[in-house]
């Protein structure tokens, strides 16, 4: 029995990865500049996660929001409805998420698009865990959680009546959240794409997935942006092609925004801005949080098939290069957000004996001082298979104290590797007895 489910899965893997890699070579060739880094080979297949070993569509999601969705339903705790926002801010608060992290896309580009513009975007607001989108003149506040075993688990809160509020999970938002566009999983979209003067888009003009890895020039194409950049060129606050062509003539010229008044109503939002520092942080952590999943679904897939993780390798190397920052693109000169996320963020800790933090920021040539992310501490990375960590901890430890000289890590210097290490060994309690020694 066990045989033939596991020839089942295996043709399966095979005929996903064959349509994965033809339907990705498209894409690719229509959407995709030759040099987009991949993270690993295969990195945009498919994989297998309705079916039996990850059964995504049945296991019990255990995320903040599932714990918030049972505490409603045994009505422990009641969300309030707020004159302006509805149950927007008792939302945020309950899952613990900074109204400062408020970003805001104008492009036509997720699910209630129809209600999406320059004059009315679409808020998004996040924490280490919970991504929440809401849309004034919208029922429907739209959220993405990360859950240990699951990874993206998706629910809508139907606010219709404020009183008895419907919070419910809902896999239909996987049509586009596992794509070949997020590593083949349930996950986070943060994406770039060019937007028309109605914020309507051109889905093969260009469009691209988003993380720390991408040039300024290709990001926030259908984003607003505030804060301060200096000479940095990006696409945020642009929309249509007369923008676009005169973007060419004088680089820039929508970057540097203080507030958005003159572009829409901002008393709509909890908040007047799009915080720069907010959008890098989050387009680090989405793909972050879908490396997790990736890493956490091919750990139990490989010991359910081949009772071992030997083939591994390939991608808990991408998976370290990335949360180790190794291929980060530099800041051209200091960024400097107009919300109060960056101290928000920062002093969330936790701390070593030095004062240091994996929270620290840099914004002067990168998002982090200490570059290396502090999505270590979150459940889905302490709680993964702990076949998959201890090859990561192996091989962060290589890393760490200098066994590793290769060229791909040639941008974490010295001396970063040995606080990072300093701070994870303070902080950090599950690390193998190894690292101490
Ligand atoms: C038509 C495609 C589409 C569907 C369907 C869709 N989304 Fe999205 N979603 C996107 C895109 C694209 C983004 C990236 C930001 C943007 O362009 O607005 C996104 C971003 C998000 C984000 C913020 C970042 C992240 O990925 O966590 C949340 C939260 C979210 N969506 C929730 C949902 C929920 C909940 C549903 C289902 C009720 C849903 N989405 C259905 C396209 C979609």
Redesign the pocket.
């Known amino acids: 029995m066990r045989n033939l489910q596991r020839e089942a899965l295996l043709k399966r893997l095979k005929r996903i990865s064959h349509h994965g890699l033809l339907l990705c070579l498209g894409l690719l060739a229509l959407t995709l500049p030759a040099a987009e880094p991949v993270d690993f080979q295969g990195s945009a297949q498919m994989t297998p996660f309705d079916e039996e070993i990850i059964d995504y569509p049945h296991v019990r999601a255990t995320d903040p929001v599932a714990v918030l969705k049972r505490k409603l339903d045994y009505e422990e705790i009641k969300l309030k409805a707020d004159e302006k926002f509805g149950l927007l801010p008792s939302l945020l608060k309950e899952l613990k998420i900074p109204q400062s992290s408020q970003m805001l896309?104008f492009?036509k580009?997720?699910?209630q698009?129809h209600l999406?513009g320059p004059k009315n975007p679409?808020a998004?607001f996040?924490n280490d865990d919970v991504?929440?989108?809401y849309i004034p003149g919208s029922q429907?506040i739209?959220?993405?959680s990360s859950d240990s075993k699951l990874g993206?688990v998706?629910?809508?809160l139907d606010q219709t009546d404020p009183v008895n509020p419907r919070l419910r999970r809902?896999n239909?938002?996987l049509?586009?959240?596992a794509s070949t566009r997020n590593m083949g999983v349930p996950?986070?979209?943060?994406?770039s794409?060019i937007p028309d003067e109605e914020g309507k888009v051109d889905m093969f003009s260009g469009s691209m997935m988003v993380n720390h890895k991408t040039p300024f020039e290709k990001r926030w194409s259908?984003w607003y942006v505030t804060g301060e950049s200096g000479k940095m060129v990006h696409n945020g606050n642009l929309m249509g092609e007369a923008a676009f062509k005169k973007q060419e003539a004088e680089p820039g010229y929508l970057s540097n925004q203080k507030e958005l008044k003159h572009f829409f109503d901002t008393a709509k939002y909890p908040q007047g801005g799009s915080d720069i520092v907010a959008l890098m942080t989050f387009e680090h952590q989405?793909h972050l949080h879908n490396f997790i999943t990736r890493l956490n679904y091919e750990t139990r897939i490989h010991l359910t098939m081949y009772q071992h993780t030997r083939h591994l390798h390939q991608i808990v190397d991408g998976f370290v290069r990335y949360l180790l920052f190794a291929d980060e693109v530099p800041l051209p000169n200091p960024v400097k957000g107009t919300s109060s996320f960056a101290e928000e963020f920062q002093q969330l800790g936790p701390r070593d004996s030095k004062g240091r933090s994996l929270r620290d920021l840099d914004l002067q040539t990168r998002l982090l001082k200490y570059p290396c992310s502090y999505l270590i501490y979150s459940d889905p990375f302490t709680q993964m298979p702990p076949e998959a960590k201890e090859l990561v901890y192996r091989r962060l430890h290589e890393v760490l104290t200098g066994k590793e000289t290769g060229e791909a890590y040639a941008r974490v210097t010295k001396e970063s590797r040995q606080a990072i290490r300093e701070i994870l060994l303070e902080t950090k309690k599950d690390l193998p007895a190894y690292w101490r020694e």
């Open positions: 896309v492009s580009t997720s699910l698009r999406i679409r998004l996040f991504y929440v989108g429907i739209e959220i993405a993206a998706f629910y809508t809902d239909q938002c049509e586009c959240h996950g986070h979209l943060a994406r794409f259908g989405a």
